[in-house]
């Protein structure tokens, strides 16, 4: 999931080299983190949220067959 959110990430915004994305795992679920530049923020939330909303529900049908929840978390 790291890197399926690492390139959709790196498509939309202007400083490609900043992107970080950490996977965390327990029994349960998967946390995926992003970290974006701060002037790159807009880009990757859009407008009412609805480039996170997409980015989540790509993630989400990638990972239907791993039983786990995965969480998408945006963070500055």
Do not use: C, F, W, Y
Not at 7 to 30: C, G, M, R
């Amino acid at each position: 999931m790291k890197e399926l959110v690492e390139v959709i990430a790196k498509a939309l915004v202007e400083n490609p080299d900043k992107v970080e994305v950490t996977e965390k795992e327990n029994d349960h679920s998967i946390i995926v983190e992003l970290r974006v530049d701060p002037s790159d923020m807009g880009k990757v939330i859009g407008k009412q949220g609805r480039i996170a909303k997409s980015i989540r529900s790509v993630v989400k049908a990638a990972g239907s067959k791993l039983d786990k929840k995965i969480i998408v978390d945006i963070l500055d």
